[in-house]
Structures are given as structure tokens and as C-alpha cells.
């Protein structure tokens, strides 16, 4: 996203110098768009170990935040709460389903941080309950 910013903003202002005038609106428009790709890039890569999901033997711990907020929530489900963890694929998305013993199902998409059957794996060797 930073890399890809950096590009859009140096290809897209510099079109709007080389250009100017009115016609160079437009690729300049796309420049400060790519400005604001690497401002966000930069924001994810200085929080990615508040994103990160945590699983150990306690339990799991999961973002639950925007990333323009400062302070940023947790979601901590423990262990003795999980009643199974499963694979859920549906026109959703391919998604891991975590079921609590209360009878609510979480959906979580673990595929942005690693694959599912590695989630899965994860949760296997660290004892939580995995259909």
C-alpha cells in the first residue's frame, strides 16, 4: 500500500506539473489520492501488533478497532467459553467460525493474517477445541 501510494503520487503530481492547467487536475487528483494511500499505509504498519491475532493456550484475542482510532479494542475469548472452532464457507467469504458455549458463532477473517487450515493448525497445538 505504501509502495503502491508512493508511485500513484509520484507518477500523478508529476503528470499535473509536466501537464498543468485545467487537464492537469486529473492525474494530480490521483496523486494526493496516492499521498493519502501511503499516509494510511503507514498508519496499518504502525499498528500491525495491535491487529495481530493472538492464540496461546488461554484463549484467543482478536482486533476489534478502526485503524484511525487511538485506542483500540480486544475481543478476548477464553478458552473454557470456545465451544468449537471450525473452517465456515459461505458467500460471506471463506471465514473461521468460532462457537461459544452460549450458543453465538463469531466469524473471523483469519485469511488476511494466514491460511485457514494453518489457523486451524494454530488452534490444534495449542489444545482449543477444533471441529
Not at 45 to 57: C, F, K, P, S
Request: proline share 2%; charged share 20%.
Amino acid at each position: 500500500m505504501i509502495l503502491g501510494g508512493g508511485v500513484l503520487s509520484v507518477l500523478g503530481i508529476g503528470f499535473w506539473v509536466y501537464i498543468g492547467g485545467y487537464a492537469g487536475l486529473i492525474p494530480g487528483v490521483f496523486g494526493l489520492l496516492g499521498i493519502l494511500w501511503v499516509v494510511a499505509g503507514g498508519l496499518a504498519l504502525a499498528r500491525r501488533r495491535r491487529m495481530a491475532i493472538v492464540i496461546d493456550e488461554a484463549g484467543i484475542e482478536l482486533p476489534a478497532f478502526a485503524v484511525f482510532r487511538r485506542d483500540s479494542r480486544r475481543v478476548f475469548i477464553r478458552r473454557e467459553n470456545i465451544a468449537k472452532i471450525s473452517k465456515h464457507e459461505s458467500f460471506k467469504g471463506r471465514l473461521i467460525e468460532i462457537a461459544t458455549i452460549g450458543g453465538s458463532k463469531m466469524l473471523v477473517q483469519a485469511r488476511h493474517y494466514c491460511e485457514l487450515d494453518e489457523f486451524i493448525s494454530h488452534c490444534r497445538k495449542y489444545g482449543l477445541p477444533v471441529a
